[in-house]
């Protein structure tokens, strides 16, 4: 068997982690090959920098043991590597055929060979089973549709080395099994394929080798035959669950929210949960799942369009993000760079925003407020930055996250909505940001924390609900709060056993 | 609870060595402090090269032919600042002008028709506050629209010819034509203004919340600020502005031509872009959009005086205005 990529050493620093530390692999031809790990662990770093959209600090890359250094993603396509992208990147404007074959449309005297090109990608989609046409645009696909376009789009490129980053999160179980039938294809013709996943189902199906990094270190290597479920676990995770997590707290059964059939659109259906004072609540779905869309109806973000929300045993009106938060419930978002930071501006403005009307006099703002203030929080979160006017986005992701958690926690709330709270941020700030939701939650605030991450699910909620399909089809508790439990109800396979039974 | 905390920091933070930043670099991180020295060392070059450039009457004459640049440039910081422009400015200071002189000549006094022209102002950026915050039309699109309907207004209003206002208060043609201590009133109008709103743009909270919402409207959005509202008033501004600046060209030339203000638009956002501004948002001071203002006139002084045609002017502020674009892209590479 003979390798056809292979990389040597890589290292790659960002501030304030170390995403990859000398990691070596090698890419055998005819061979699916399994990345593993943790989010964070470094898979995602390690692609980026395979398809030249990072850079390593050290280490190298050969192709058939020639160095190669790409700076590129069109570099990358000339060097044969093809890769299918967790985040589509499809052009929402175009047909299905000119996104299938982009980079490499098919031409006659420099004009568009539509013939060729409509046959090319038939060729390509006729190994799924789809029921939409070559010239539907690629907006008007579904989102498991636009994930198969990827998948030919990336097949469409004559690569020695395909790379599928979580290509199923959105495909049904019937196009899982095409695509590996595709997978075997290609393994048979002498390619080397790369395959991300989370799914131990699928990566035991489908691969002949795995690997497992942690905290960007290579822990494991070795035939998928020699593995079982247990060792990769306890490989990714590296450390016992008591170890890294704070303790579980003790919630009274004073109902702090109380929310009852709260609807909006096909993400969010009939919604009902109570949160305790001092409670925190773990709300875990799949994506897609609606966990988001929940709690953005829930705080006025999104429009909803029924349902009943209780504060402090009293009905309250939630209509815009202003109501939620006068209430004293703050939403944080999942996208901290698009949608929470203000990255331009100091951590000083970025706390400021919250406290509008506390900090000025007269409608000027009193610089010496502001300070005080943000001090505080940069105090308080252990942030680490030379002042209060260093510019937010040059702090290391996980100081970004402290100060977009601190600009809250400094405006006395009386519930935080976390949604992916620790995404993106090394292990160190994350323990940090679990023991401070967990105090929060101990000084009787109550905290909802929505994460796709299950050990964090499961090693700080009191009690979690799980989203399927925009219904909650359980609520857990105590022991069964564990992953196996909450896997089964997120992706619906327990459904109509469990729905309705957590909810009263 | 802090012990806690930095018992679980165990995590292997590395901490990024500090940049090492020439003194060169630091210094044109003070946009406003680069163009004052670009400025000064123009300035000197023209009074070597012409004697009558230092000289009091001739400051003077270049700060005149930038006080309406200048007011408009303030309100399109603003837009700029927001992530958002505004290309109707023009178009207003026309329609003011044309207004206030029409109800002029039909008798009207002069303050009041000065007043009613300022409301209409108003209301026409009221209109495209409204479009752009709540119905949210794209900025580019809405004010070039609005550029169109406005323009037309003024048009129909003195049926394309210029009107000669004659008659009006000497206390309004003092805004135009008097002086104050020896300089022009319109120059400490303009002084005013930008002082007026360098200040609340540094200290309002309403001006900080155009700064959040120019960095990151999503994040504005969720923080509670009420974003179309305060676009709303972002355009209102505008228009006040370039309203006020019709009115006083109105006064200054006791004259109103429906093409006054024809390419303020670009002129103002072109001072405010070198000033610092940036087309994205969430940067940009009103002193930067002053002296970007007197760099273009200042350039503009020196074609004069140096006998070159006036006709080379758009071209050579052109040039000045993607020098300066280049010239910041560059030191935004050197930062990253």
Redesign the interface.
């Known amino acids: 068997m003979s390798t056809l990529l292979r990389i040597r050493g890589i290292t790659k620093?960002f501030?304030?982690?170390?995403a990859l530390n000398d990691v070596s692999l090698e890419f055998n031809a005819g061979e699916v090959h399994a990345l593993m790990g943790e989010n964070g662990a470094g898979k995602s770093t390690l692609l980026n920098i395979l398809t030249g959209s990072l850079r390593s600090d050290q280490g190298e890359i050969l192709i058939n043991d020639r160095l190669v250094s790409f700076r590129s993603s069109l570099e990358v396509r000339k060097g044969g590597i093809s890769i299918v992208h967790q985040e589509l990147g499809l052009f929402p404007e175009l047909s299905v055929a000119e996104n299938i074959l982009v980079g490499q449309t098919p031409s006659r005297f420099g004009l568009l060979d539509r013939k060729r090109m409509l046959h090319i990608a038939q060729e390509l989609l006729s190994q799924f089973q789809v029921e939409f046409g070559l010239n539907t645009l690629v907006r008007d696909l579904s989102v498991s549709q636009q994930q198969i376009v990827e998948i030919a789009k990336a097949l469409a490129l004559d690569a020695h080395t395909y790379i599928f980053d979580e290509p199923t999160s959105t495909l049904s179980g019937d196009d899982v099994e095409r695509l590996f039938q595709v997978i075997r294809g290609l393994r048979k013709k002498q390619k080397a394929i790369i395959y991300v996943s989370h799914k131990f189902s699928e990566i035991f199906q489908i691969s002949d080798r795995i690997s497992i990094l942690r905290?960007?270190q290579l822990v494991g290597t070795g035939l998928a035959s020699e593995m079982d479920t247990e060792g990769i676990i306890k490989a990714m995770v590296g450390r016992t669950l008591d170890r890294i997590y704070?303790e579980k707290g003790k919630p009274g059964d004073e109902v702090l929210l109380e929310v009852s059939h709260l609807s909006a659109g096909t993400k969010c259906m009939d919604i009902s949960f109570k949160l305790f004072r001092g409670e925190i609540l773990g709300i875990f779905g799949l994506v897609g799942s609606g966990r988001t869309e929940i709690v953005r109806a829930l705080t006025g973000?999104d429009r909803k369009q029924s349902g009943q929300i209780r504060l402090d045993d009293k009905e309250v009106n939630i209509r815009t993000?202003?109501d939620s938060?006068?209430l004293g419930m703050y939403?944080l978002?999942e996208?901290r760079k698009?949608?929470?930071?203000?990255?331009?501006?100091a951590i000083g403005?970025n706390v400021?925003?919250?406290h509008?009307g506390n900090i000025?006099s007269l409608?000027?703002?009193r610089k010496q407020k502001v300070e005080e203030v943000s001090t505080g929080v940069l105090r308080d979160l252990?942030v680490?930055a030379s002042s209060v006017s260093q510019q937010v986005g040059s702090l290391?992701g996980?100081n970004q996250q402290k100060v977009m958690v601190g600009?809250w926690l400094s405006k006395a709330p009386k519930i935080v909505i976390l949604d992916e709270p620790t995404r993106g941020i090394?292990?160190?700030?994350?323990?940090?940001i679990?023991?401070?939701l967990r105090?929060l939650a101990n000084e009787g605030i109550g905290v909802i924390m929505i994460s796709s991450e299950l050990p964090e699910i499961v090693g700080l909620s009191d009690r979690v609900m799980v989203v399927h399909k925009g219904h909650f089809t359980g609520e857990l508790t105590g022991p069964d709060v564990n992953d196996e439990t909450i896997m089964t109800l997120a992706s619906g396979l327990d459904a109509h056993a469990e729905r309705g039974v957590g909810i009263e | 609870?802090?012990e806690?905390?930095?018992k679980?920091?165990?995590?292997?933070?590395?901490?990024?060595a500090p940049r090492k930043k020439s003194a060169f670099a630091r210094l044109t991180q003070v946009r406003e402090l680069t163009i004052a020295l670009v400025i000064i060392l123009l300035m000197v070059i023209l009074s070597l090269v012409s004697p009558t450039f230092l000289t009091a009457d001739n400051l003077i004459t270049t700060f005149l032919g930038i006080v309406m640049m200048g007011i408009i440039s303030v309100g399109m910081t603003i837009a700029l600042v927001s992530g958002g422009f505004d290309l109707s400015v023009g178009s207003v200071m026309s329609m003011s002008g044309v207004l206030a002189g029409m109800l002029a000549l039909n008798g009207m006094n002069i303050w009041l028709a000065a007043l009613i022209a300022m409301i209409a102002s108003l209301l026409s950026g009221a209109l495209t506050g409204w479009f752009i915050g709540k119905v949210k039309i794209n900025p580019f699109i809405m004010t070039l629209g609005m550029q169109g309907v406005i323009q037309g207004v003024a048009y129909v209003i003195t049926q394309g010819a210029p009107l000669s206002v004659t008659g009006m208060a000497p206390s309004f043609l003092f805004l135009g034509q008097g002086t104050l201590f020896g300089i022009p009133t319109l120059i400490w109008i303009m002084l005013v203004i930008v002082l007026i709103g360098d200040y609340l743009m540094r200290?309002?909270?309403?001006a900080?919340?155009v700064?959040?919402i120019g960095?990151?409207e999503?994040?504005?959005?969720?923080?509670?600020?009420?974003v179309s509202q305060v676009k709303t008033w972002i355009y209102i501004m505008t228009a006040l502005l370039a309203g006020l600046a019709g009115v006083l060209t109105l006064s200054r030339f006791s004259v109103a031509a429906p093409t006054a203000g024809v390419g303020m638009e670009l002129q103002a956002i072109a001072a405010c872009i070198i000033g610092g501004a940036s087309l994205t948002g969430?940067?940009g001071t009103v002193l930067g959009a002053l002296l970007g203002s007197i760099l273009v006139g200042t350039v503009n002084d020196a074609l004069v005086l140096l006998n070159v045609s006036v006709y080379w002017q758009s071209l050579v502020t052109g040039l000045v205005l993607i020098g300066a674009v280049t010239f910041d892209v560059l030191t935004h590479w050197q930062k990253a």
Request: net charge positive.
């Open positions: 620093a501030p304030g982690t170390l905290d960007g704070p973000v993000v202003r938060i006068d939403y978002t996208d698009k949608q929470g930071l203000f990255l331009k501006l403005d400021a925003v919250t509008l000025a409608g000027m703002i252990r680490k290391s996980g600009k090394d292990v160190g700030a994350k323990a940090e679990h023991q401070l105090r | 609870m802090n806690q905390i930095s679980a920091s165990v995590g292997q933070a590395v901490e990024p200290h309002a909270v309403a900080r919340k700064y959040y960095s990151n999503n994040a504005a959005f969720l923080s509670g600020i009420a969430g940067e």
